[in-house]
């Protein structure tokens, strides 16, 4: 009897705990940045101070147009916990103009403050992020916090679920099919053959209404294992979050290149991994993020983003994950095939409602149609709070 009250007692204590209480909530990151607008681009200038739990992983992620004449570091606070003085523990620039370029640094048995300084400056400007993200995706598997859409295309039926999904195309291109001929299935979908570069896109898109998430609700994402029979510059394609559902017409693909530069189409707030064969500077995957039609990692007050490059290719005929994790304060954390790639600070605004998106377009008139399979599809949101 004594062993039935005390079990009794522990159930009603939990019954009005609150759910966070008891649930494995994924805790939030942090990304810190350049703290001059546009970049460093003076000696002295640092970063914005990161402080880590004991044995924690730092990425540093730089890039940006300069000289190979700068020089900046990463620096570790020494002495007592905010003490002001640091000292240099690990160099970061290569001596390479224009380099994109990342690092890893592990912390010791303390927690310990980091931050990024420039020793020299040539000329231009160097961007730096700095994030204690998970080098690996999070796992959202606790399903009293977060509601999982999982799908595999891999039916009895060509249909798309239109419940969920709005397959479109945008003029002589297939709208997604359901490919059930393929052993692992896949949602297919295929372009024209046009040489202009927003005539001959399809996409899809899961309904904004349905199962999409606000921002400041805590942690989304995306993910997506896809490939094409096509690349470099015959097309434009990628994946990750938009804040509109897709309607057909040139605004369904997130940016538009111009030479070296990324312009956002017809969204707000943009969190995406993509290729444009329209820009040469993006014919390997890069993260772009807008946010409130801001676009980030600025190198200039002219708001011209430059476009990180990750170094991963996309490979004919050869699948690639694809996956964006956006937590609530809107930082943005890109992964290709299980590997933390990039890290935005605040590249989405945490107002906004986001849903998963994926592309593919015509860049170049190659002749030929440009075909994309999505083998599986996972969007996770965290559960609201209210009735949102």
């Given at each position: ?44 200038e640092?970063?914005g ?55 890893v640094?592990?912390n010791?048995?303390?927690?310990t ?7 020299v ?18 796992v959202?598997?606790?399903?009293r ?7 595999d ?21 297939s ?33 904004t ?18 490939r ?34 990324l ?8 969190a995406?991994l993509?290729?444009?064969g ?11 993020s ?6 980030q ?12 490059d ?17 937590d ?5 954390f ?41 083998d ?13």
């Amino acid at each position: 009897m004594r062993k039935f009250l005390k079990a009794l007692g522990v159930a009603a204590f939990l019954s009005v705990l609150p759910l966070a209480a008891y649930a494995a909530a994924v805790p939030q990151a942090t990304v810190v940045e350049n703290t001059v607008a546009g970049g460093m681009d003076a000696a002295g200038e640092v970063s914005g101070t990161i402080t880590l739990a004991p044995f924690e992983t730092l990425s540093i992620f730089w890039g940006g147009t300069y000289s190979a004449a700068n020089r900046f570091e990463l620096q570790e606070e020494v002495g007592s916990p905010g003490s002001g003085a640091f000292s240099r523990v690990l160099r970061l620039d290569t001596a390479t103009a224009n380099s994109d370029d990342s690092a890893v640094w592990v912390n010791g048995p303390n927690r310990t403050a980091y931050r990024a300084f420039m020793t020299v400056a040539g000329t231009g400007d160097v961007l730096i992020k700095i994030t204690n993200a998970s080098l690996t995706p999070n796992v959202f598997d606790d399903f009293r916090l977060y509601l999982r859409f999982f799908t595999d295309f891999d039916t009895q039926t060509t249909a798309i679920d239109a419940a969920h999904f709005l397959a479109l195309n945008e003029a002589a291109g297939s709208i997604a099919v359901v490919t059930v001929t393929i052993e692992e299935g896949g949602a297919t979908m295929v372009t024209d053959t046009g040489a202009d570069g927003q005539d001959a896109a399809t996409l899809c898109t899961i309904v904004t209404t349905d199962k999409a998430g606000l921002v400041s609700d805590g942690w989304m994402s995306f993910e997506a294992r896809i490939r094409q029979n096509e690349v470099g510059v015959n097309i434009e394609m990628g994946a990750g979050y938009v804040d509109a559902v897709c309607d057909g017409d040139s605004g369904d693909i997130p940016a538009t290149a111009s030479g070296e530069e990324l312009t956002v189409v017809g969204y707000t707030d943009v969190a995406v991994l993509l290729t444009d064969g329209d820009a040469t500077q993006l014919l390997n995957l890069s993260p772009f993020s807008v946010n409130a039609g801001v676009e980030q990692h600025d190198i200039d007050t002219v708001n011209t983003a430059h476009m990180y490059d990750t170094g991963v290719p996309i490979v004919d005929d050869t699948y690639i994950i694809l996956r964006v994790e956006i937590d609530a304060s809107g930082d943005v954390f890109y992964y290709i095939d299980g590997a933390l790639v990039f890290a935005e600070f605040t590249g989405v605004n945490t107002t906004a409602t986001l849903a998963p998106q994926v592309w593919i377009n015509s860049a170049l008139a190659g002749g030929t149609t440009n075909t994309q399979v999505i083998d599986w599809w996972l969007s996770t949101i965290t559960r609201p709070l209210d009735a949102t």
